[in-house]
T-cell receptor
Framework: AAGVIQSPRHLIKEKRETATLKCYPI?????VYWYQQGPGQDPQFLIS???????DKGSIPDRFSAQQFSDYHSELNMSSLELGDSALYFC?????????????FGQGTRLTVV | GQQVMQIPQYQHVQEGEDFTTYCNSS?????IQWYKQRPGGHPVFLIQ?????EVKKQKRLTFQFGEAKKNSSLHITATQTTDVGTYFC???????????FGQGTELSVKP
């Protein structure tokens, strides 16, 4: 079965650079979530999209932006990177309104800012 | 804000011992989900609880949702080394809403 695909799996950037993380949700899933997980931390909600519209916003810095495209893939754009942005970034997808709203997580993108 | 407290943070057990992790919210939840994350891996869905007082079992795992829908627990009977990982509860406060994760309980099992 198709899973959530994230790319790249690993990314190394320097301070003040920009990064773009991509997420391809499970086909027919209408909701995409972005989470940030620091070492030894729980996943922190950043932002979500439902049917290509932003549906919820969490602790996402102003330096970050995200969007969902017509083919339902989503991109997280991160600018002016800081050392503290180093983390695992997970994308998850689900089917909103479905009885079981489990979120399927991708493998994550490990971002290292040096 | 919406927050889910999970305890304990760490649990070290001998293989064969039982394990329990607890989650609490100060406000009523729409539903609660449980995820397992292996070291270096991604969260993997285990189960979802929706109804007040609901109890679900998956082999050696028992999940409970409190009567007031403010707390939940995961109990593992007779732990095995394959149970190693971090167990997260994740709550939603409205149908289809974002998942708010608890802090996680890291389980280590000594053979």
């Amino acid at each position: 079965a198709a899973g959530v695909i994230q790319s790249p799996r690993h990314l190394i950037k320097e301070k003040r650079e920009t990064a773009t993380l991509k997420c391809y949700p499970i086909p027919r899933h209408d909701t995409v979530y972005w989470y940030q997980q620091g070492p030894g931390q729980d996943p922190q909600f950043l932002i979500s999209f439902y049917e290509k519209m932003q549906s919820d916003k969490g602790s996402i810095p102003d330096r970050f932006s995200a969007q969902q495209f017509s083919d339902y893939h989503s991109e997280l754009n991160m600018s002016s990177l800081e050392l503290g942005d180093s983390a695992l970034y997970f994308c998850a997808s689900s089917l909103k309104g479905h009885l079981n709203t489990e979120a399927f997580f991708g493998q994550g993108t490990r971002l290292t800012v040096v | 804000g919406q927050q889910v407290m999970q305890i304990p943070q760490y649990q070290h057990v001998q293989e064969g011992e039982d394990f329990t992790t607890y989650c609490n919210s100060s406000t009523t939840l729409s539903n609660i989900q449980w995820y397992k994350q292996r070291p270096g891996g991604h969260p993997v869905f285990l189960i979802q609880l929706v109804k007040s007082g609901e109890v679900k079992k998956q082999k050696r795992l028992t999940f409970q949702f409190g009567e007031a829908k403010k707390n939940s627990s995961l109990h593992i009977t007779a732990t095995q080394t394959t149970d190693v990982g971090t167990y997260f509860c994740a709550a939603t406060y409205n149908q289809g809403g974002k998942l708010i994760f608890g802090q996680g309980t890291e389980l280590s099992v000594k053979p």
